[in-house]
């Protein structure tokens, strides 16, 4: 390494390798323009490969040959697009796995012939109405809503309905009303038009009356066929005051908090009873309407959103959301009245009171938590077992003793549950995608009618599975098809003579158990017809990531070693017989995906492997030669590494799910100076690493969400930065003392970073007198945020002085953004950088590799000299470790954008008070981007300092993510339950778009720290 580690005058300086031998490689010799005698073959080459725009030169004294630009070779961009359309589809294609519509069409409605024990249902859906708000007594004794809980302990049933994610109202009513958990796809299409057709209950009822909202309404009378369903809605000026857009998925947390102080959301539960009773009122002089009323199988709904509303506006604790709980308690009791006046108390209307969501306390809804998934489940009326008194009950959880119920028998139901137990009440089929299980506990009614509507959902599950088997066998290949085992024509056939007979002899207890176990294996068949496919797929798409990993490793191997030996004409060959095998197996595998008629999107995942595979095949020999004469790595050493790093990436993922796992990661981090024995060099610098380290484990630990404001924190945040900074630049003044245009201006970023925290602290202190925003710390915050990409140009490029404009710049928006602890991580991560930056430096001089530029000294605008580029080292993979931990420690540090639930409004209060969904995302997505940037620059520096180039280390973080993302594409779930779809979504999506991003970022940082702005007569000099 040494030969070109200290270069000499050489005649031919280097030689710039393409990564593919075959370009013509003339274009890429450079000679140094005073020698232009051919190459010796033995001069030590330069895979000098990148990225960069940096010019290059080639350390020959004061001359320069780095006039010439770098062209970035076609090669490289090439790479980067194949490599963006790669990483597209694998994540299109788990839309395609994972998340395809469940529904099937053709099955025919199954009818109970006993007549139903009512007439007429109402059902209220308490929207966004957490179970404990409304069971659970208050510390005084008092219950929130007195006439439910009177319901429950006499003439009802109960129980907590548990919900799926997404804990979205249109899913909810979805489950609810039509009995399935809408799949995921639909978030893709945005929940607000009917995204498959489906049937429901209020499409089987004779007819259907709803009030509510505008968002939840229409989609169920756009659904039913026929005109049976009246929907009445808010006016468009109430829809203004009420601020709902069911256009984007209502966890968006600043989603109506539009105003609510001057409104009272609470109006349109109000509105709705109003609008009942008016109904009611006119219906009596209305003898059409009164003839439909007469009738059966109705159904009233009364979609309640005020709850949900200030659930948002004021958090669930708050005396608002109590208040509305109580309103539409009394509500319900004047409702039921009105019911009970208009049909003369004839006996034959059931009433359902539930909930399609819950909420967080933090006032957010959509994913698992308990708060979100339990609600209320309260029936009555005819046809509803009453009150149960029971002497033990036995839940796994605390909530009966919480609830003071112990003695009140409770149900509990899946969320599509309720629409069998809807449809049983009026009589009317079971919707027909329903995936419910009819709960016989809430029924009164005789055995018979229990064994018979248990016999009817039985048949209608069975239906669905059923049209799914033929679907699934019309589109596979004969000899392919594996029927699932345990559901054959015969097990059906015996299934219903059986029930039937039992029914038949009275034997009602053993025709339901029959039925209940038949419904189960149903569901499972189901499932196992709609993931049919997808071993099939997912096994493509891995195959396919396999591959394209593996071709980025060849690509590195490539450069790193590259091999100067021209393709032999046995080289050439063999590559033509491997791309002619290769495309046999291309047309094998289209017309087997031909003959099964699969959709296009097939036929990318399933051909995409056969081109990634052939491009690495080709290279086997080169890497095997490669294999062959590197003998000097010992292989040994270079699994333990491999282990290291792979036990390292676990580690990243296992953090996605446990922030704490990060806090494991950097104490384990914090050894490292004393396991690599870099600690008898350099104890100070050893010693700041521990200390960062540490520090920074701390922030994983801390909670992210729900927690109160502390500006005091910031204040401290703000303290700490100018306490260092001061240190370093008193430092730095006693080593090199600094330009008076360079002294000037950290000084006056010093100043600004007080004069943030001041801010901050003023509207803060503002807001709670109530006394708005202040339009001097408005101006200052929008000030910062413009300035704070440009003000770190203006300074010295020398490095370290470049580094602390960057952080001042980015502490001082940091400030603004925050309100508590978080305001100290980018002060911490930028101290950790530092040592980062200096141990990276100690650890290359163990190494020998001698470098003779001080750090202080490097200059970020300098040319790089390219002899100095060095190969890879094994070292260089924990390099890359490192940045893709620091990336992930800055995204999770925090908080954890994967769960929209962590957004805080309260944290862009310096820079708008008013609802503005776009700006505030934009300005918490900045907040989320600062530590990246830090991390970013870090990476750049030590790109800088340890001689490399940046796309070397780039392919490694390439490869680094792309385990991590293959990692996700299995973990990926299609189900609820507290383990979230979303997040696993998110999870996949930011590591794929983790590569993509750091390449952006890279150019960013890359310009902050490089580029210069001169302001003024000044002409340009470069320290030197
Ligand atoms: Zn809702
Ligand atoms: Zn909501």
């Known amino acids: 390494m040494d030969g070109w580690a200290s270069p000499q005058p050489s005649p031919a300086c280097l030689l710039l390798l393409p990564p593919d031998r075959s370009e013509k490689r003339e274009s890429l010799i450079w000679l140094h323009p005073e020698c232009h005698s051919p190459k010796p073959a033995s001069l030590p080459h330069v895979c000098a ?89 208050a510390a005084n004794g008092t219950i929130s809503a007195p006439y439910i809980r009177r319901i429950m302990e006499e003439k009802g049933s109960w129980g907590v309905s548990h919900t799926h994610v997404p804990t979205e109202s249109r899913p909810g009513h979805v489950a609810l009303i039509a009995g399935f958990y809408e799949d995921v796809s639909a978030v893709a299409k945005g929940w607000k038009e009917n995204p498959v057709e489906f049937d429901s209950v209020f499409n089987e009822s004779r007819h259907t009356w709803c009030w509510g909202s505008p968002d939840i309404l229409p989609m169920f009378a756009k659904g039913a066929s026929g005109d049976h369903v009246y929907t009445h809605t808010y006016s468009t000026e109430d829809q203004d005051f009420a601020s709902t857009d069911a256009s984007k998925l209502d966890t968006w947390v600043f989603d109506k908090v539009k105003d609510f102080a001057s409104t009272d959301a609470s109006k349109l539960d109000t509105w709705v009873f109003d609008k009942v009773k008016a109904f009611f009122r006119e219906a009596r002089g209305n003898d059409t309407l009164l003839s439909k009323l007469r009738g059966d199988h109705l159904v009233f709904f009364l979609h309640l959103l005020g709850i949900d509303t200030n659930g948002h506006a004021h958090r669930p604790m708050s005396r608002e959301y ?199 294996e149903a569901l499972r068949g189901l499932s196992y017809y709609h993931t049919y496919d997808r071993f099939f797929l997912g096994a493509s798409v891995v195959l396919g990531f396999c591959g394209w990993t593996s071709y980025v490793v060849v690509v590195i191997l490539k450069t790193h070693a590259g091999l100067r030996k021209p393709p032999s004409p046995r080289d050439l060959a063999s590559a033509r017989s491997l791309g002619r095998v290769f495309l046999c197996v291309g047309a094998v595998i289209s017309v087997f995906l031909l003959l099964q008629s699969s959709p296009w999107t097939h036929y990318v995942y399933c051909l995409l492997p056969v081109p990634v595979w052939y491009s690495v095949f080709k290279e086997f020999g080169t890497v095997a030669d490669l294999i062959r004469s590197a003998p000097s790595l010992p292989l040994s050493r ?114 600004h970073v007080a004069l943030c925290a001041y801010v901050l602290n003023s509207t803060h202190s503002s807001l709670k007198l109530k006394q708005g925003l202040p339009i001097f710390n408005q101006i200052v915050s929008w000030t910062t945020l413009a300035s704070s990409l440009v003000v770190p140009l203006l300074s010295s490029t020398r490095l370290f002085q470049r580094l602390m404009s960057i952080l001042l710049s980015l502490v001082c928006t940091y400030l603004l953004l925050s309100t508590g602890y978080e305001a100290l991580f ?141 990692h996700f594409f299995f973990l990926v779930k299609d189900y609820g339950s507290w383990l979230d779809i979303g997040t696993s979504i998110s999870h996949y999506v930011i590591v794929m778009s983790m590569t993509i991003f750091l390449m952006v970022l890279s150019i960013v940082s890359h310009v902050l720290t490089s580029r210069r702005i001169h302001v003024g007569w000044r002409r340009k000099t470069h320290f030197t």
């Not at 994972?98 to 209220?124: I, K, N």
Request: charged content about 15%.
């Open 638 to 751: 270079c699994l333990g590494y491999f282990a290291v790093v792979i036990l390292g990436i676990e580690l990243l993922v296992v953090s996605f799910f446990y922030r704490g796992m990060l806090t494991l990661g950097l104490v384990v981090l914090s050894g490292w100076p004393i396991a690599s024995q870099l600690y008898t060099q350099a104890k100070v610098r050893s010693l700041s690493w521990v200390l960062g380290c540490l520090c920074l484990a701390l922030f994983p630990l801390m909670p992210v969400v729900g927690r109160e404001p502390n500006v005091h924190l910031v204040t401290c945040a703000g303290v700490l930065t100018l306490l260092s900074t001061a240190c370093f630049m008193w430092l730095s003044w006693r080593r090199s003392p600094l330009h008076w245009r360079d002294w000037r201006l950290s000084v006056s970023q010093m100043v």
């Open 49 to 137: 490969v990148g990225l960069d725009t940096r010019r290059l030169g080639c350390g020959h004294g004061e001359q320069r040959i780095g006039t010439r630009p770098v062209t970035v070779d076609m090669n490289m961009i090439t790479f980067f697009i194949v490599g963006l359309g790669v990483h597209v589809v694998f994540f299109i294609s788990i839309f395609d796995i994972y998340f395809t519509s469940p529904l099937v069409h053709g099955m025919s409605p199954q009818r109970v012939p006993l007549p139903p024990p009512a007439r007429r249902l109402v059902l209220f859906v308490a929207d966004g109405l957490r179970a404990d708000t409304l069971f659970k007594p």
């Open 322 to 520: 109590f208040e509305n709980v109580g309103l539409v308690d009394a509500g319900v009791e004047e409702m039921v009245s009105v019911f009970e006046d208009f049909f003369d108390s004839d006996g034959r209307t059931a009433f359902v009171f539930t909930s399609d969501h819950g909420m967080t306390n933090w006032g957010t809804h959509g994913a698992g938590h308990p708060s979100e998934t339990l609600t209320p489940l309260v029936a009555w009326g005819a046809g509803v077992q009453t009150a149960q008194r029971v002497t033990s009950q036995n839940f796994e959880d605390q909530f009966l003793q919480e609830w003071n119920l112990e003695t009140l028998r409770r149900v509990d139901v899946s969320q599509a549950d309720i629409a069998p137990l809807m449809s049983s009440l009026i009589g009317v089929p079971i919707p027909l995608n329903s995936v419910g299980v009819l709960p016989l506990q809430y029924l009164d009614n005789t055995k018979l009618f229990h064994a018979e509507s248990m016999y009817a959902n039985a048949v209608q599950v069975l239906e669905q599975f059923k049209v799914k088997m033929a679907q699934k066998k019309e589109t596979t290949l004969s000899f392919l098809f594996t029927p699932y085992p345990l559901l054959t024509e015969s097990n059906q056939l015996d299934f219903v003579r059986r029930v039937r007979s039992l029914i038949e002899q009275g034997s009602h207890d053993e025709a339901i158990d029959l039925c209940d176990g038949m419904i189960a």
């Open 826 to 966: 980018p002060p911490v991560l930028g101290w950790l950088m530092f040592v980062w930056i200096n141990i990276e430096q100690e650890a290359m001089h163990t190494q020998g590799v001698s470098t003779n530029l001080e750090l202080a000294h490097i200059d970020f605008s300098e040319n790089i000299d390219i002899t100095k580029i060095r190969q890879l080292s094994l070292d260089d993979i924990r390099r890359s470790y490192f940045f893709v931990f620091f990336i992930i420690t800055a995204f999770f540090g925090t908080g954890n954008i994967a769960s929209i639930n962590s957004f805080d409004p309260a944290s862009v209060y310096c820079f708008l008070t008013v609802f503005h969904p776009f700006i505030m995302g934009a300005l918490m997505m900045w907040k989320v981007l600062i530590p990246f940037v830090i991390v970013m620059c870090t990476f750049e520096t030590i790109l800088v300092s340890t001689h490399l180039s940046s796309r070397s280390l780039f392919l490694i973080v390439l490869v680094i993510s792309d385990l991590m993302a293959l």
